[in-house]
């Protein structure tokens, strides 16, 4: 999709290179956070430093690539590349039809493509919220947008590894499931990618906004589906506060920063240059920043109370902070035996006759006993 | 279906011999009855190594590639087209793995032979049977020579296994030898090693055994029916993959200790197969109701309970400790929220008072399986010339343009059954009707049912197998409305902001 400017023909002799790179940033467009921001840092100045940030991304290979994706109020929209919206009468158009300026002359044509949509993608989300939007949420649809991120990620690797079909295969002992069909011409520009190196990538969230709990399956799915990538979640917590993206940042081994003083955040543009510019394999040679405790505590289902020692439901793995009165589960009323978490404890009394040693180390041979002699449970 | 395959395979159960002839003929019968639609102008095995990519069939219409690419969507979406209602599933698992080294593996309908490619699967089988399962262990035992060998005890730690699975054929002493696959296999004397080390598995948790076996017999020391017995007694289930041909004996034992239910029980025909088979069962059981005629004295099995655990904090020292996992000296780990015991990793026991420590992240990994993903239909060119779909909604691939309606519409109603929209009543006169790969949308597309998206089908493989969630339910404005102020000057604050202050700071110029 970046092969617009024709760029890719240069970086096929060149083997040596250090492989493409695609950055996706997910960035929190939540107009409530950023009303609470706006004496600091406007959202307008956050956008300006994360394109030179994005700007700069580009400019350390010709292969690299960008996505952004806006995490709204209750929608998540993608800024970069524009999408096309259905239509009902299927006339294809050009790429960035909207309103083709002449390309500045001082200026990297593809940084100006970017540029433009972008702007002009992301005024379109504003203008497209509605007061009635604004009153019915306040939280983010970051869920969402991970969900989008992750999809266009597994669908570039795919297009960009060398022989596994499957993007999704788990390791390479699998069977290579490359077959003629599956030649990976980027259907956006037709090209076919002639020399595929892997592509590494990796999510930027600029975030702002707390209070994810509404999302927690999503985002926990989002994150294990991260991990399972190997895509790291770097995360620039601007404001709010929620142990998740911490979580995620620790999980898939990515770089949680919150400068959370005001001046701190003026200086967003040093933060994203110095903490996020590198990718998966410059971290390699660095010594990135954060690294400090997680929290990885549980809350409980019932009191909300931060637990050490939780009694958790068998069936639907509810976390509760103390043996439930009636031993029925809050979550899915299922009875709930309590003998395996109180009572067994103390039960574990020494039976020598029991103690009958089976010999279940190395061989048992014919010598397995052939009526039932393991009594039921 | 199975009519078929007990009519052709009862011919050779009672010949008990893993001879050539007899594996040729009831692999026909079975590989005729699955794979229906495909001409069989080769065995597999007589092919080459590209075996599978050649495996299409012309289309009607003589277009090939159209086929192919259907063939290899309904490939994708095969296991997709399962589980979308929550039903209550066995999320603690324990699970015996048993593996067949006995002569039959050493046949080489998979390459290089049996026996490499299952070890080969079996490593990667654990490795995500852990991602899917992390609260959940595992016992790994090979048949081997008539007896049935641990390879590894039932742990939650799929290192063990892994290291334990590349021992078979790489030990690491010097002094044993490789254990190459020899004599006959036990299903006997697996299902009882299994049985005994399945015997202090909790009550809430599931037991479960799953065999791979490549041979085509079973030696026995005594009765297996009273085995099978006594593991239906004892709440066991069994899952066979078995290699060639379908055996009487795996289908009765499948059958008796899963309820009835023998479709656990299936043959690969050759290793993509395998793979997709043992994958399966990564996924977690469905738990059955009760039978009622259990004595009521002992308490019901699957019985729920309230289980203790630890969700212990991380911890980093500045100087290096014993964990009292591995006695290993570490400057970092976990302590037991009980005991105060340092751990490597988790999930794990607490090697000192035993109680389960984990991460609440790792509970959060098994909710996909309470709340899976309903599954996606597939579109008609009739559907997507309503909805005028031109991408695919998370990934922007293009998706195939649609054609110009035709008088009335080309297309049949079997891919179109559930998109919602009303075919066109008044019979549509087929007129190219092509079949399509049963699961493959003729569109290329996919549509989510409540959000109304149309995806692709590399999305629609990786949300359901990988991401469990849908990117267009959780992208669009469809959440409750909560609570909160209206302030409509916001936006307006923020449109004009970014009008001026990124057009006015020209950040671009990076010359």
């Known amino acids: 999709m970046n092969a617009i400017d024709g760029t890719d023909r240069h970086v096929r002799d060149s083997d040596n290179s250090p492989p493409p790179s695609l950055l996706t940033v997910i960035l929190d467009t939540n107009p409530h956070a950023w009303a609470l921001l706006s004496d600091t840092l406007p959202l307008s100045k956050a956008v300006a430093n994360l394109l030179v940030f994005i700007n700069a991304h580009l400019s350390f290979n010709h292969a690299n690539q960008v996505a952004v994706i806006a995490s709204h109020i209750q929608r998540a929209q993608w800024l970069y590349p524009t999408p096309h919206p259905p239509r009902s009468s299927s006339s294809p158009e050009e790429n960035g039809t909207s309103t083709p300026t002449p390309p500045s002359a001082t200026k990297y044509h593809r940084f100006a493509i970017i540029e433009r949509e972008l702007q002009d993608n992301l005024s379109r989300v504003i203008s497209q919220t509605t007061a009635a939007d604004l009153t019915s949420s306040t939280t983010t649809q970051i869920a969402g947008a991970l969900s989008i991120a992750l999809s266009h990620i597994s669908r570039a690797t795919q297009l960009s590894s060398p022989n596994d079909s499957s993007g999704i295969s788990l390791d390479s002992t699998g069977p290579t499931l490359s077959n003629p069909t599956d030649t990976p011409t980027d259907p956006a520009d037709g090209t076919p990618r002639a020399r595929r190196s892997p592509l590494t990538s990796r999510i930027l969230i600029v975030s702002v906004s707390g209070d994810l709990a509404a999302q927690y399956i999503p985002v926990m799915n989002s994150i294990f589906a991260a991990q399972r990538q190997r895509v790291p979640l770097d995360v620039l917590k601007l404001a709010g506060d929620t142990v998740f993206l911490q979580q995620a940042a620790d999980a898939t081994g990515g770089v949680y920063i919150a400068p959370s003083s005001p001046s701190a955040r003026a200086g967003l543009l040093q933060y994203l240059m110095m903490g996020f510019l590198p990718d998966a394999r410059a971290r390699a040679a660095l010594v990135m920043p954060g690294g400090g405790e997680v929290d990885f505590r549980a809350a409980c289902f019932c009191h909300r109370r931060v637990v050490d020692v939780g009694f958790v439901c068998s069936v639907c793995l509810s976390i509760f902070c103390e043996p439930l009165e009636e031993g029925e589960c809050l979550t899915c009323g299922t009875r709930l035996s309590l003998g395996a978490a109180v009572a067994a404890k103390p039960v574990v009394v020494p039976r020598p006759k029991k103690k009958k040693k089976r010999k279940v180390g190395d061989i048992t041979g014919t010598s397995t006993p052939m009526s039932a002699g393991t009594p039921g449970p | ?511």
């Open chain 2, 1 to 511: 279906m199975d009519g078929e395959y007990i009519q052709d395979v009862s011919d050779d159960d009672g010949v008990e011999v893993a001879s050539r002839s007899g594996n040729n003929g009831a692999a026909g019968g079975a590989y005729g009855a699955r794979a229906r639609g495909r001409t069989r102008a080769k065995e597999r095995w007589e092919s080459g190594i590209q075996a599978d990519s050649i495996a299409f069939g012309e289309g009607p219409d003589g277009n090939l590639a159209e086929s192919l690419e259907a063939e290899e969507q309904a490939r994708k979406r095969a296991r997709l087209r399962q589980d979308n209602k929550p039903v209550q599933r066995g999320i603690i698992r324990h699970v015996v793995l048993i593996l067949d080294l006995s002569e039959a593996m050493l046949e080489k309908d998979m390459r290089p032979n049996r026996y490499i490619v299952t070890i080969n699967h079996a490593q990667a089988y654990v490795r995500e049977f852990f991602e899917q399962n992390p609260i959940s262990q595992m016992c790994v035992m090979a048949m081997h020579d008539g007896l049935c060998i641990r390879l590894s005890d039932l742990s939650g730690n799929p290192a063990d296994h892994i290291a334990a699975i590349q021992g078979i054929r790489y030990p690491k002493s010097a002094r044993q030898a490789a254990r190459e696959p020899k004599g006959s296999p036990s299903l006997q004397n697996a299902l009882e090693m299994a049985r005994a080390a399945l015997y202090h598995a909790p009550s809430h948790s599931t037991r479960e055994v799953i065999i791979v076996l490549g041979a085509l017999l079973s030696n026995d020391p005594g009765d297996i029916h009273k085995t099978i017995k006594s593991c239906v007694n004892d709440r066991l289930r069994v899952a066979i993959i078995g290699m060639g041909a379908r055996l009487r004996i795996c289908q009765e034992i499948c059958a008796k200790t899963n309820a009835g239910d023998d479709s656990v029980y299936g043959v690969c025909q050759d290793e993509k197969n395998l793979r997709e088979l043992l994958m399966a069962t990564t996924t977690p059981p469905v738990i059955r109701q009760t039978a009622p005629a259990l004595p009521s004295s002992e308490p019901t099995p699957n019985a729920a309970s309230l289980l203790m655990m630890g969700f212990p904090s991380r911890v980093t020292e500045s100087t290096p400790s014993l964990c009292a996992c591995h006695n290993n000296l570490t400057r970092g780990g976990y302590m037991c929220s009980r005991c105060q015991v340092k751990v490597c990793s988790l999930p794990r026991a607490c090697p000192s008072c035993g109680m389960t420590l984990i991460l609440s992240t790792h509970l959060a990994r098994s909710y996909h399986h309470l709340f899976p993903l309903q599954s996606w239909v597939e579109v008609s060119w009739k559907r997507a010339r309503e909805l005028g779909s031109t991408e695919c909604q998370a990934c922007m691939t293009h998706f195939p343009p649609v054609p110009e309606p035709q008088e009335p519409d080309a297309m049949q109603e079997g891919t179109d059954k559930s998109t919602g929209t009303d075919t066109a009543n008044g019979a549509p006169k087929p007129v190219k009707q092509r079949p399509r790969a049963e699961g493959a949308s003729e569109s290329s597309r996919y549509e989510c049912r409540s959000c109304h998206c149309h995806f692709c089908i590399d999305c629609d493989v990786y949300c359901h197998t990988v991401l469990h969630n849908c990117p267009g339910c959780l992208s669009n404005p469809n959440t409750a409305p909560t609570d909160a102020e209206t302030n409509p000057e916001v936006v307006a604050e923020m449109a004009a902001g970014l009008e001026n202050g990124v057009n006015g700071g020209e950040p671009m110029d990076m010359e």
